[in-house]
């Protein structure tokens, strides 16, 4: 499976398809726009809905097609990973006037090749003859993963007080079953939080799986063979993988875990990975007890120092934005500024900080003042008459606004949203009789989101400084306008100011008006009357 993640990875920037200005917005500069890349591969069936869905060509590999596919195909460059099936390509390519790139993980020949790509922690592998190739491009630097990694890390992932999440990936295909063995150490722990499974792409049943899993009593949600496990990984607690790529990409996400072994290779990383602190190295699938993976599991979640220190590790080791030097150097430039992270991951990281810094205050949802919070409040629900009606709080924190409706006895149906577990334990704490529920509103499918209510309300859920802004910044707002029947009200830091703070995102009011008139409704009011470096917006249906 991290065989193909790679190829897969390098082959999407070796094609640049999009425009110049696309190009320059993602950060990639080409110099070379392939507009063909085939995927030569023995087996691999599992993989093809990928291949083909990224616009790539796929021909089966069978034993001596390697001369007559490079005749066929008269290739610029081929790159060659070490897996089954590869080394005759490496002979055939030997006869022909092409460009090689090979991608090695345990190194100790000579291909003549013109690139040779290594990325593997561990010294003993990354050993090879002189002039093992015209180019070598080894370490933890170089290596190459997906383009979802890129960055992923480059705010400081915080460890929460309570684990709720554990995040279990075993390899693609995992012909021993041992996430069986993983599933009855957690139920045995009767661990209490969400466990995400990712199934690879190869694993023999996975619907059998998923139909085993609904019959326990963990909380457990399976994928199967999914783009995106970057932000999965990213906003788990804790993780429990196997060696190779998938240990790479935990690295790089930031999140503590436990490493089983397939294989003496994997061993060998997992070692490395544990000396510098990145996980613990559990050893061989073959000799790891329940018993065991339940008392490291456990001392891991009782440890918020020791996650702390584990989320530092690992992007020292691997942090994604490093392996485009690999890219880069097989001809693709990567833009000299690195690649933000998502907004959804500012976001979380920014309140994470503050609730360890202030815990349940007014401080840990980003205001300093309860009497400016209330009267944002006032401002928002004067919106229009909101009693009798249904409210969505988007973005609601510990959930103040309900308590704001209580106090001023405006009986309205209420249900608040936030991705940030530890608001909406206290919110749920605080007002037992309201509706709350944690997810992100942005990334989120849109079958997530709730059903539409009369009104939908937002405090400062514009105010932090995500990147692009005003892409994000348009997205939640047709999100918001969406789930409306009646309105939306959501306030801004405004542009108009005498001050500015690094962290914030100040919006002209102007660009609002805009694109609200032009995308989502024609009943547009404008408020900047109750605080000079603040303005809120009404979008009526």
């Not at 726009?33 to 990928?50: I, K, P, Q, T």
């Not at 003859?129 to 491009?137: D, Q, S, T, V, Y």
């Not at 910044?473 to 009646?486: S, T």
């Amino acid at each position: 499976m991290g065989h193909f993640v790679r190829c897969r990875a390098l082959a999407k920037l070796l094609v640049q398809k999009e425009d110049a200005e696309k190009g320059k917005q993602r950060g990639l500069t080409p110099l070379f726009a392939f507009s063909r890349v085939v995927f030569a591969m023995r087996g691999g069936d599992e993989f093809v809905s990928h291949i083909r869905r990224d616009g790539f060509e796929y021909v089966a590999v069978e034993g001596g097609d390697a001369e007559r596919i490079l005749r066929d195909f008269s290739p610029f460059a081929v790159v060659v990973d070490l897996s089954q099936g590869a080394e005759e390509f490496l002979a055939a390519i030997g006869e022909n006037d092409v460009r090689t790139i090979v991608i090695d993980d345990l190194g100790g020949r000579s291909f003549g090749c013109d690139v040779l790509v290594n990325g593997t922690a561990v010294e003993e592998f990354r050993r090879y003859p002189e002039g093992a190739a015209g180019k070598m491009l080894l370490g933890p630097k170089y290596m190459i993963m997906r383009e979802e990694f890129a960055g992923v890390a480059s705010a400081a992932k915080l460890a929460t007080t309570r684990v709720g999440s554990v995040f279990v990936s075993l390899g693609g295909d995992d012909p021993d079953g041992v996430v069986y063995g993983v599933v009855h150490s957690l139920e045995k722990m009767q661990f209490a939080g969400k466990v995400v499974i990712a199934l690879g792409a190869s694993f023999r049943d996975p619907r059998g799986f998923e139909a085993m899993t609904k019959d326990l009593s963990c909380d457990y949600e399976t994928l199967h063979n999914v783009d995106g496990i970057a932000a999965i990984m990213r906003h788990s607690d804790v993780a429990i993988v196997s060696g190779g790529m998938t240990l790479y990409e935990l690295a790089c996400a930031g999140t503590p875990g436990l490493a089983i072994s397939m294989n003496g290779q994997q061993l060998m990383e997992a070692g490395e990975f544990a000396r510098r602190g990145a996980v613990v190295n559990m050893g061989m699938w073959d000799a790891v007890e329940e018993d065991a993976i339940i008392g490291e599991l456990k001392q891991l979640i009782n440890d918020r120092v020791l996650r702390a220190k584990m989320s530092e590790a690992g992007p020292r080791i691997v942090d994604g934005r490093a392996s485009s030097a690999s890219e880069r150097r097989c001809s693709v430039s990567m833009a000299d500024t690195p690649k933000r992270p998502k907004p959804e991951i500012i976001i979380r990281d920014f309140y994470e900080r503050k609730w360890l810094q202030y815990g349940p205050r007014v401080e840990s949802v980003g205001w300093n003042d309860v009497k400016k919070q209330k009267r944002r409040f006032e401002v928002l629900c004067d919106v229009g008459d909101i009693a009798d009606s249904s409210i969505l709080d988007a973005g609601c924190g510990f959930g103040d606004l309900c308590g704001f409706l209580r106090e001023n006895e405006i009986a309205a149906q209420y249900t608040g949203v936030d991705a940030q577990p530890e608001f909406i334990a206290v919110a749920k704490e605080r007002f037992p009789e309201a509706s709350f529920e944690c997810f992100d509103l942005n990334s989120a499918p849109p079958s997530r989101f709730p059903a539409r209510f009369d009104y939908v309300l937002a405090s400062g859920l514009f105010g932090l400084d995500v990147g692009d802004n005003r892409v994000f910044r348009e997205q939640m707002l047709k999100r918001l306008f969406d789930g409306c029947a009646r309105a939306v009200a959501a306030n801004f830091v405004s542009s108009y100011v005498d001050y500015r703070e690094d962290y914030l995102a100040y919006t002209e009011p102007e660009e609002v008006i805009s694109f609200c008139m032009k995308s989502l409704t024609k009943k547009v009011v404008v408020r900047h009357d109750y605080f000079k470096f603040e303005f809120t917006v009404y979008l009526y249906r």
